[in-house]
């Protein structure tokens, strides 16, 4: 199982970025996936997560109604949509995966994680 995070990059508060997570090694469509990040000096944590469709998502109270997760089987990617950027936004963004269906918001729910990759939301 490999995941390839990019996407990451400096944005201004209220800015937009687009995370992207290539997998290769498994049969994508049959595991859920997740987003989490960890800011310097706290623990990692939960963004957002998708099942093995695509047709269920679910997010995190910061950023409900602000970042949107989706997944291309047919590509082998998810991504991560993040507008409205704030600075407590930043942090290194993480995606996951798990095997099934159902999603999950638990880090120790998800087997195999991809490098990390840096959002700075900064003026």
């Known amino acids: 199982v490999q995941l390839q995070a990019s996407g990451g990059g400096l944005v201004q508060p209220g800015g937009s970025l687009r995370l992207s997570c290539t997998a290769s090694?498994?049969?994508?469509?049959?595991?859920?996936m997740g987003w989490f990040r960890q800011a310097p000096g706290k623990e990692r944590e939960f963004v957002a997560t998708?099942?093995?469709?695509?047709?269920?998502?679910y997010y995190a109270d910061p950023v409900k109604g602000r970042f949107t997760i989706s997944r291309n089987n047919a590509k082998n990617a998810m991504y991560l949509d993040m507008n409205g950027l704030k600075p407590e936004d930043t942090a290194v963004y993480y995606c996951?995966?798990?095997?099934?269906?159902?999603?999950?918001?638990?880090?120790?729910?998800?087997?195999?994680w991809g490098q990390g990759t840096l959002v700075t939301v900064s003026a």
């Open positions: 090694g498994f049969m994508f469509s049959r595991y859920a």
């Open positions: 996951a995966s798990r095997p099934g269906s159902y999603y999950a918001t638990r880090t120790f729910d998800y087997n195999a």
């Open positions: 998708i099942n093995s469709s695509g047709a269920r998502t």
